[in-house]
């Protein structure tokens, strides 16, 4: 069974910092990646998504990594805001038909 | 843009009710989803459709039931709510089966049952 992990649980930045978040999956036969974003008491929203055939996703300031071989995807989010404070949740596909397992999430907070 | 958009943003019900939640969604999606998210517990798939009028089961089904009459629009019911069913609900659709797609979500439905 496809896990999805997401370390740390928790992060806290100063303003200007560049963010990196990690993303850790078990079973490397993916058909792609998504990375959400969530405001408390809030939807999902999503931020990238990335195929297995692709290295890298551009989106802005957010870069997405994907590394299939060793089971990890790493999201960047350059220079960092107070308004990118969020949870941040990354899933993978368990079938062909488009079911996903979420990550825990990443609860990052971005001081001014 | 995607929208997907849930009936209700705050519900409070009383146990033994039977409770609609609501999730549409404008892009043609085939796919549907229902989650339930819980603090330490995170995102878990209830339900799930391929198409109208066909539904398939989660991780945690029990006490839920779906209906997909057309196509942009899959409700959740709770036939009879308990306090255990306290939890914020969301809607997902994506693009077709077959093919692992974006998923999209709507905006959630905090549903409290007293």
């Known amino acids: 069974k496809q896990e999805v992990t997401q370390i740390p649980a928790a992060l806290s930045v100063p303003e200007g910092e560049n963010l990196v978040l990690n993303c850790s999956f078990t079973?490397?036969?993916?058909?792609?990646l998504q990375w959400f974003r969530q405001d408390p008491g809030k939807g999902l929203t999503s931020l990238l998504l990335?195929?297995?055939?692709?290295r890298e996703q551009t989106s802005g300031r957010l870069n997405a990594s994907l590394d299939k071989s060793s089971g990890r995807s790493t999201l960047y989010i350059a220079a960092s805001q107070p308004g990118d404070s969020a949870t941040y949740l990354c899933?993978?596909?368990?079938?062909?038909?488009?079911?996903?397992?979420f990550g825990a999430g990443t609860q990052v907070v971005v001081t001014p | 843009d995607v929208k997907v958009t849930q009936s209700s943003r705050y519900l409070v019900k009383r146990t033994g009710e039977k409770v609609f939640l609501e999730c549409v969604q404008d892009m043609d999606h085939e796919n549907m989803f229902w989650y339930r998210q819980d603090p330490g517990l995170g995102l878990r798939l209830i339900y799930f459709?391929?198409?109208?009028?066909?539904?398939e089961k989660g991780d945690i089904p029990e006490g839920y039931s779906v209906s997909r009459e057309k196509k942009e629009r899959f409700s959740l019911i709770l036939e009879s709510a308990s306090t255990n069913q306290t939890s914020m609900y969301l809607c997902?659709?994506?693009?077709?089966?077959?093919?692992?797609?974006?998923?999209?979500f709507g905006p959630g439905t905090r549903l409290t049952v007293t």
């Open positions: 997902a659709s994506s693009l077709s089966r077959g093919l692992p797609s974006e998923q999209y």
């Open positions: 990335i195929q297995s055939s692709q």
């Open positions: 079973d490397s036969a993916i058909y792609n």
């Open positions: 459709s391929y198409d109208v009028k066909m539904k």
């Open positions: 899933a993978v596909p368990t079938d062909s038909w488009g079911k996903f397992q």
